[in-house]
């Protein structure tokens, strides 16, 4: 196979139809596949705490629980959109306007969502906006809450956090 060949079977593999399918490459036959669920991921962003180092932690805890999340809905054949992963590599969160755009901008890829899953148990302002938009465009919710097992809520005591 050429050069020019690969790139046009890498072009196809990689776009989108309007119609939601995208092309499978068997041999030299372009074939329509069912596209892939497209999940919009609601977790929390904004860290909590009252000191800096708690709020460090927690602001890690959540792009860690988000990184999980859309690992997940890949393993499961999704393909996860979480814009708080996305928007705050250039939108200042720390900026009223800016971090308004990224819930905009947010919005916009939750309306081409098929399901939006909510991870944890702490709904943020940000994700009961996610959530209400969701209801109103009649967009599937499902929820994910991690039950911690005896071990892990032992050590939350132990060391006296507000959870792992």
């Given at each position: 196979?050429?050069?020019?060949?690969?790139?046009?079977?890498?072009?196809?593999?990689?776009?989108?139809?309007?119609?939601?399918?995208?092309?499978?490459?068997?041999?030299?036959?372009?074939?329509?596949?069912?596209?892939?669920?497209?999940?919009?991921?609601?977790?929390?962003?904004?860290?909590?705490?009252?000191?800096k180092?708690e709020?460090?932690?927690?602001?890690?805890?959540?792009?860690?629980?988000?990184?999980?999340?859309?690992?997940?809905?890949v393993?499961?054949?999704?393909?996860?959109?979480?814009?708080?992963?996305?928007?705050?590599?250039?939108?200042?969160?720390?900026?009223?306007?800016?971090?308004?755009?990224?819930?905009?901008?947010?919005?916009?890829?939750?309306?081409?969502?098929?399901?939006?899953?909510?991870?944890?148990?702490?709904?943020?302002?940000?994700?009961?906006?996610?959530?209400?938009?969701?209801?109103?465009?009649?967009?599937?919710?499902?929820?994910?809450?991690?039950?911690?097992?005896?071990?892990?809520?032992?050590?939350?005591?132990?060391?006296?956090?507000?959870?792992?």
């Amino acid at each position: 196979m050429n050069m020019r060949m690969a790139a046009r079977i890498s072009l196809l593999n990689a776009q989108a139809t309007e119609k939601g399918v995208f092309y499978m490459v068997k041999g030299k036959t372009a074939v329509k596949e069912p596209s892939l669920k497209k999940v919009f991921i609601c977790s929390p962003f904004r860290p909590r705490g009252k000191t800096k180092e708690e709020r460090e932690r927690d602001w890690k805890r959540n792009i860690d629980v988000a990184n999980k999340a859309c690992r997940y809905a890949v393993d499961h054949g999704c393909v996860p959109y979480a814009p708080h992963l996305y928007f705050p590599q250039f939108l200042s969160e720390a900026d009223p306007d800016e971090r308004e755009m990224g819930i905009l901008l947010g919005l916009t890829w939750l309306a081409g969502c098929d399901e939006l899953w909510v991870i944890g148990d702490r709904i943020s302002e940000g994700m009961k906006r996610e959530i209400s938009k969701a209801d109103e465009w009649k967009i599937p919710v499902k929820h994910f809450i991690h039950k911690a097992s005896v071990a892990e809520r032992f050590i939350v005591v132990i060391l006296g956090l507000d959870r792992i």
